[in-house]
């Protein structure tokens, strides 16, 4: 893999102590690379994704359908990429908290998609031509329909949440964020 992610310390703090775990679990009986994966799918990255976890851009056609029930998609298949690092690693008896860091910063890329279209792009194995799944730039969004999309599916669960932000959002709050409260 390229050069090491560059991740605030205490994230990389984080992920690295996340890896020690998942590989002490993926050699435990009855554990597949599977189950100890699933040890940051499903438990840890809750508290990192608004960290690390960042949008694309892209949202499907089929997103801006009224009622569509949508979903931030790991449009690098998270879940299967990181069982193959881990049984790939185990088998190798190898240690590479960079490698798994890696491929943390690019599997946790996100798009906007259907629930349904997040199915077919698990069937297709992420192929999205073979899912039907038609991507639209975020700019040839209509403004109404991003606002709606950045605050049901962007904002507090992506990292770049701000960059997709509506304008009057961007201006009201600060860079560094919101302002301190003052003191009573």
Excluded: C
Aim: proline residues 5%.
């Amino acid at each position: 893999m390229s050069d090491p992610v560059q991740f605030d310390p205490a994230i990389r703090l984080a992920l690295a102590s996340i890896y020690e775990e998942i590989m002490w679990l993926s050699v435990r009986p009855n554990v597949t690379p599977g189950r100890a994966r699933a040890w940051y799918t499903h438990i840890m990255a809750e508290s990192l994704k608004r960290k690390i976890r960042v949008f694309t851009g892209n949202v499907s056609e089929m997103s801006l359908n009224q009622g569509a029930v949508l979903r931030l998609e790991h449009h690098h298949r998270i879940q299967t990429s990181l069982s193959k690092l881990v049984e790939k690693h185990k088998s190798d008896k190898a240690n590479n908290v960079d490698e798994f860091i890696e491929l943390i910063a690019k599997a946790e890329s996100v798009h906007i998609v259907t629930r349904e279209e997040n199915y077919a792009a698990m069937r297709a194995h992420g192929d999205y031509e073979t899912a039907g799944i038609r991507l639209l730039s975020w700019k040839d969004i209509p403004r109404p329909q991003q606002s709606d999309l950045w605050r049901t599916m962007l904002k507090g669960k992506v990292a770049n949440a701000r960059s997709y932000a509506p304008v009057d959002v961007q201006q009201a709050v600060p860079v560094d964020g919101p302002a301190p409260r003052a003191r009573r």
